[in-house]
């Protein structure tokens, strides 16, 4: 791992107590990993636009401690297949890997450039997934990808209602959906109640966090119980257009 007295210090000790309280124990490899991911997305985000958040306080709680809370309220048991929908600069999917390597993990973007970066993290931090460059839409309907995923999530892609239905086609028959919210996600959840019912899931249950302030979280988790309908997803437009 690059060592370079020129990098930003992300003082990711500041949160290792916080992830002890709910029993996720980050070590050095850890930290080290998180504090070079960070480095690398300020860098890359001066040539293409990967987040608002580069302020390093801001990146510590807005971006890695909002991705690992996911280990607070979602069981992800050893050696998960997850698969991030929408994965942008890699949240929170490359977070949760950094953190526990036995996920099988799989970044989906329908954006090559995004996984240009990603690619090269994950070569620097010395961590295996796979990077796949299709729309969500797209994805869901390959046989490679659909339904082979003990846990889809997203964060920060779109409205619940289309986001349900761009990510619940990745989940097999007794694994989740979780979608990572702001402030309004109980409020989307409950414009998602037919699509959740449609694509084959429960109703879902809905876990307020709060992080530094008075910034709030919303994780919006629901399990699958029945295959998803082979016309669904529909395609992009459609999607959006008409949400379920």
């Known amino acids: 791992m690059k060592r370079d007295t020129d990098m930003i210090d992300f003082n990711i000790q500041k949160i290792v107590p916080l992830c002890n309280e709910f029993g996720l124990n980050l070590g050095q490899t850890e930290t080290d990993r998180l504090n070079l991911y960070g480095n ?8 293409m636009n990967l987040t608002a958040i580069t302020e390093p306080n801001e990146v510590l ?20 297949k ?25 970044l989906l973007d329908g ?7 990603l690619d090269t993290v994950l ?40 986001l349900c239905e761009y990510c619940v086609p990745f989940v097999k028959v ?3 959906f979780v979608a990572m919210k702001g402030s309004g996600g109980k409020d989307e959840a409950e414009l998602s109640k037919n699509a959740y019912k449609l694509l084959g899931c429960e109703q879902p249950t809905i876990i307020c966090e709060t992080l530094t302030g008075e ?19 529909r395609i992009g437009g459609k999607i959006a257009k008409s949400a379920l």
């Open 40 to 47: 690398l997305l300020v860098s890359w985000n001066e040539k």
């Open 61 to 80: 709680y807005k971006h890695f401690y909002d991705c690992l809370l996911f280990f607070k309220n979602v069981n992800v048991k050893q050696n998960a």
């Open 82 to 106: 997850l698969i991030d929908v929408g994965t942008g600069a890699g949240f929170p999917g490359l977070v949760l890997k950094i953190a526990r390597p036995d996920i099988e993990l799989t």
């Open 111 to 117: 954006l090559n450039k995004r996984l240009t970066f």
């Open 123 to 162: 070569n620097e931090l010395g961590l295996n997934a796979k990077t796949v460059h299709l729309r969500a839409e797209d994805g869901g309907k390959n046989p490679e990808y659909r339904e082979k995923y003990d846990i889809a999530c997203a964060r920060a892609v779109a409205s619940l209602p289309v």
């Open 174 to 176: 007794g694994g989740m």
């Open 215 to 233: 910034e709030q979280r919303t994780f919006v988790i629901s399990k699958k119980i029945s295959q998803t309908p082979t016309k669904y997803p």
